[in-house]
């Protein structure tokens, strides 16, 4: 028995159905850059400093975070306080904002890297406008992700394991009932399983 589009479907709610999303090929430095400012509204400057230690294709996902909560914090600040008159309002680009969150999530939920620190850059592809109409199947590429870091972990220098968690945990408790660690409804307080 192993796990199929269909659990991943039914579990978490992901499509399986739609255009693949890939990313290979050939991501020079000014084609990510070019990428990250239609996305993020941006400069070279802002994307280098975003950098996992200021080198290669991958952001760091807390510089990210850190950067867009302060902006959101200074934005939320603005809107509280009267401005003189004269003084322009600062304004954030909600599609920024929506894109570092999805890169976030992806990052830290669906497509994870065994560091747990950075997202490729390459992501921010699956954003661009011409392409926000196109369903893209995310559960097949989280699915993807899981049987490789599945099969990398088995290997015998294989020593952490990098995934989408959550859907192998509600698999095991879907099909594995019976288990002797598996929690019973009647023993929680929890209304459904939780994983944690």
């Given at each position: 028995?192993?796990?199929?589009?269909?659990?991943?479907?039914?579990?978490?709610?992901?499509?399986?159905?739609?255009?693949?999303?890939?990313?290979?090929?050939?991501?020079?430095?000014?084609?990510?850059?070019?990428?990250?400012?239609?996305?993020?509204?941006?400069?070279?400057?802002?994307?280098?400093?975003?950098?996992?230690?200021?080198?290669?294709?991958?952001?760091?996902?807390?510089?990210?975070v850190?950067?867009?909560?302060?902006?959101?914090?200074?934005?939320?600040?603005?809107?509280?306080?009267?401005?003189?008159?004269?003084?322009?309002?600062?304004?954030?680009?909600?599609?920024?904002?929506?894109?570092?969150?999805?890169?976030?999530?992806?990052?830290?939920?669906?497509?994870?890297?065994?560091?747990?620190?950075?997202?490729?850059?390459?992501y921010?592809?699956?954003?661009?406008?011409?392409?926000?109409?196109?369903?893209?199947?995310?559960?097949?590429?989280?699915?993807?992700?899981?049987?490789h870091?599945?099969?990398?972990?088995?290997?015998?220098?294989?020593?952490?394991?990098?995934?989408?968690?959550?859907?192998?945990e509600?698999?095991?408790?879907?099909?594995?009932?019976?288990?002797?660690?598996?929690?019973?409804?009647?023993?929680?307080?929890?209304?459904?399983?939780?994983?944690?």
């Amino acid at each position: 028995m192993t796990m199929s589009l269909d659990d991943v479907q039914h579990l978490i709610g992901l499509s399986a159905n739609g255009d693949v999303p890939i990313t290979e090929g050939s991501w020079s430095l000014p084609k990510l850059v070019e990428i990250f400012k239609k996305n993020l509204y941006q400069d070279e400057d802002f994307f280098n400093s975003m950098k996992t230690g200021g080198q290669g294709n991958s952001l760091s996902l807390v510089k990210l975070v850190n950067f867009y909560a302060g902006k959101l914090e200074k934005y939320n600040d603005n809107i509280h306080n009267e401005r003189p008159a004269g003084q322009k309002k600062k304004t954030m680009s909600v599609l920024s904002v929506a894109c570092t969150y999805m890169l976030y999530v992806l990052g830290t939920f669906l497509l994870p890297v065994k560091k747990g620190s950075y997202v490729t850059a390459r992501y921010l592809y699956f954003f661009e406008k011409d392409k926000a109409n196109i369903k893209w199947p995310w559960g097949s590429a989280v699915l993807a992700h899981l049987f490789h870091n599945l099969g990398a972990t088995s290997q015998i220098d294989g020593e952490q394991f990098a995934a989408y968690t959550t859907l192998l945990e509600s698999w095991i408790f879907a099909h594995f009932p019976k288990l002797p660690s598996i929690p019973k409804e009647q023993y929680s307080d929890a209304a459904e399983y939780c994983t944690r």
